[in-house]
């Protein structure tokens, strides 16, 4: 790295007997090597000018610096690290201020916490989040934050990931003093002169005494059995729990080289790459070919048809993001239980503190319910979220083009249906677009953007706007049966299903699936949505399914009974007295020997890692067909519908990169062998086939531009 380019992107500038060192890396000042390189000799040059008596860190823009730079991870070490950079902030012998504003988050706050005193402006946001990533702070966080904030908080603050607030931080004792204003070098300056003026000692945080270490090393011993419970199967936060152990129990110089040792520990981790393939498959699902060819419509004016639960989150979405609503639905009755399913979402806020009756009163002013579709035709975008029959979605579609203005979005929510069909019910087919929540539709972050054949590109980059507004993640998704994500869902639960029938209990299925990191397994799930859903799906389907391919009738018999899962109190699970939890029912085991019986099968034992083989194989062999289709972009992209959508763990990056990181020979391998005994669902995708002849993998895929 050229000296020219360190100085581009730290600056120095001496301001009286302040040397102001300046961040200047957008767009959010990431610890780059030539930043690094920069901050230290910006110390070595206040070291060596006797004029100089401070030194104030301020970064540029609207970051003090947002973290280390992700892309380097994994990659061979570029000197300085910054270990070295902090302990040579820590170590100047003249006063260091690092002047906070905005985002100062990872190696960002490690910067800081190096710094002998902080001062931070209202805006400022201060974390470690490195969690998020498989990672731990790697830079002296862990030893550094104890003895500013206490053992217990700086480990919270560490294993939750999340942000602190200006006040917060210094009621935390991480920040000395909370200025007023925006301006970082201001406030920096005049807090360096005033401790200049009272003489105030260089102060390294290294230095400061950790009390009473009986008792931090009690509150760490119960904080190690709680993470292990609450992240079971994670592996960075137990190593979290450890370095802050170490703080408690060796000198500052051994702590962190303990940290360093278990910060490459968990930089080898599979699970590292896992989460750091989720965060930048997240932010690139966004990047869209019609996002270059148009700019998104305006809007901001929303109608939302029907008010059922589906209905009432999108609405609540809509709200939160600022948009006026009007809701439509088809009686007063209905409305009326619209508008009630929109107010306990928010009433739910204000019992929990979260929310006052005033800010409620101000959301609700933005709502409209009606039952006239004459109501708006001034609105921008339409939403549908009507029961999922084909011919109910498009007689709506035909009173919204009645009653639509020319250019208003119409949007379907439609979780399997063909919206190439629900567009030609309109004479605006370029104005048709699909719209997948995912309920509740305000709390889960997914947004399914399916493009049917005719629809503009400008009405593909609204919608993905309206996305980013609502604060959710959007996939582009091709139009198919279940798009994206219930398309691969149906492949995968056929699967289970096999396997149940085959030997596995529905709850040794459940079991291995929770064991490999999902939240439910695929027979909960069954019985929260409701198992009457997929048999109204699976009749829908019963006339095109091909007659050679096997079909499971377990599910069909225990819906011919009535028992629909958790709002019947019964389901695969049995729920006594409304429990949320359900227990293994002996007489769902009967109904499955039953089935195999009639079938002829003899059953077999399943151990879980068979279990999750072909329950992984079958989502990965599905998703290359997916891809392959064009019905995802990429692969990445189905990574983040099951990521956001689904519960995949996400540790494991999703199935595209977890079949990645076990290595597409070894998944091809397994099809095949599974394909032995059934071709017909065990046929190998031929993108699959053509990765592993060419040795490439999935990711490759995401690369090409």
Not at 192 to 218: C, F, M, Q
């Amino acid at each position: 790295m050229s000296i020219e380019a360190k100085a581009s992107v730290v600056r120095t500038a001496r301001q009286g007997r302040v040397l102001v060192v300046t961040i200047d890396n957008p767009p959010v000042n990431a610890l780059g090597v030539a930043v690094r390189q920069g901050l230290q000799a910006a110390v070595e040059q206040a070291e060596a000018d006797a004029a100089v008596q401070a030194v104030l860190i301020v970064g540029a823009g609207k970051a003090f610096i947002a973290g280390a730079d992700i892309r380097e991870f994994g990659q061979p070490a570029q000197p300085p690290s910054l270990p070295e950079v902090c302990n040579r902030i820590e170590a100047c012998g003249k006063l260091v201020v690092a002047a906070i504003h905005g985002p100062a988050l990872g190696g960002g706050l490690e910067v800081a916490m190096a710094a002998h005193y902080r001062v931070a402006l209202p805006a400022a946001k201060l974390g470690l989040p490195e969690v998020n990533l498989g990672l731990l702070p790697g830079a002296g966080g862990t030893q550094r934050a104890p003895r500013l904030m206490g053992v217990r908080a700086a480990a919270g603050l560490m294993l939750s990931g999340q942000h602190l607030g200006a006040h917060a931080a210094f009621d935390a004792g991480l920040v000395d003093r909370v200025a007023q204003g925006t301006d970082p070098v201001a406030a920096g300056l005049q807090y360096a002169e005033e401790l200049l003026a009272a003489n105030a000692p260089v102060r390294r945080t290294r230095d400061i005494a950790i009390g009473d270490k009986p008792a931090a090393l009690a509150e760490l011993d119960a904080l190690a059995a709680e993470t292990a419970k609450k992240t079971r199967g994670l592996f960075s936060p137990g190593k979290i729990v450890e370095c802050v152990r170490a703080a408690v129990e060796l000198p500052f110089d051994e702590g962190l080289a303990r940290e360093r040792a278990l910060f490459v520990q968990c930089l080898d981790s599979p699970q590292r790459q896992g989460l750091i393939h989720a965060f930048f498959a997240e932010r690139e699902t966004a990047k869209i070919p019609e996002a270059k060819a148009a700019a998104p419509r305006t809007f901001a004016a929303i109608a939302v048809i029907g008010g059922g639960t589906m209905g009432a989150g999108i609405t609540v979405s809509a709200l939160d993001a600022g948009f006026t609503v009007t809701m439509v639905e088809r009686d007063q009755d209905s409305i009326a239980r619209g508008q009630a399913n929109v107010e306990k979402v928010y009433d739910g806020l204000i019992a929990k503190g979260r929310m006052s009756q005033d800010a409620k009163a101000a959301v609700m002013a933005r709502y409209t319910p009606s039952i006239s579709y004459d109501d708006i035709a001034h609105v921008d975008l339409v939403i549908e979220a009507v029961f999922e029959d084909l011919e109910v979605k498009k007689a709506v579609f035909k009173e919204l083009d009645r009653v639509c203005k020319p250019g208003a979005v119409l949007a379907t929510n439609t979780s399997y249906l063909d919206i190439d069909a629900i567009a030609a019910a309109t004479a605006r087919p370029q104005d048709v677009i699909g719209l997948h929540f995912f309920s509740p539709a305000n709390i889960m972050k997914l947004l399914e953007i399916v493009v049917p054949a005719k629809v503009s590109a400008d009405v593909v980059a609204t919608a993905f706007e309206l996305a980013k507004r609502m604060k959710k993640i959007p996939v582009r998704a091709g139009v198919c049966d279940g798009f994206i994500g219930n398309r691969i869902l149906a492949v995968y639960k056929q699967v289970a299903d096999y396997m149940m029938e085959d030997g596995a209990s529905p709850y040794e299925i459940d079991e291995a699936v929770r064991a490999f990191g999902y939240p439910m397994g695929p027979f909960q799930v069954t019985d929260l949505a409701g198992g009457d859903i997929g048999w109204a799906t699976r009749k829908r389907r019963a006339a095109t399914r091909d007659p050679k391919a096997r079909y499971v009738e377990v599910a069909d018999r225990i819906c011919e009974r009535g028992w629909f899962g958790q709002k019947t109190g019964r389901g695969f699970y049995l729920y006594a007295n409304g429990a949320r939890t359900g227990m293994p029912d002996p007489e769902v085991l009967a109904i499955v020997d039953a089935e195999r019986a009639k079938k002829g099968v003899t059953p077999r034992k399943f151990t879980p890692e068979e279990i999750m083989r072909r329950y992984m194989a079958a989502m990965v062999n599905e998703g290359a067909k997916v891809v392959e289709e064009g019905i995802a972009l990429r692969p990445l992209d189905v990574d983040v519908t099951f990521l956001s959508g689904y519960g995949f763990p996400r540790h494991r990056g999703g199935p595209m990169k977890y079949a990645d990181m076990v290595g597409l020979p070894q998944v091809l391998a397994d099809i095949r062998a599974f394909a032995q005994e059934d071709p017909l669902f065990w046929k190998p995708a031929p993108l699959l086939e053509k990765l592993v002849a060419e040795g490439r993998n999935f990711d490759s895929l995401n690369k090409a531009d």
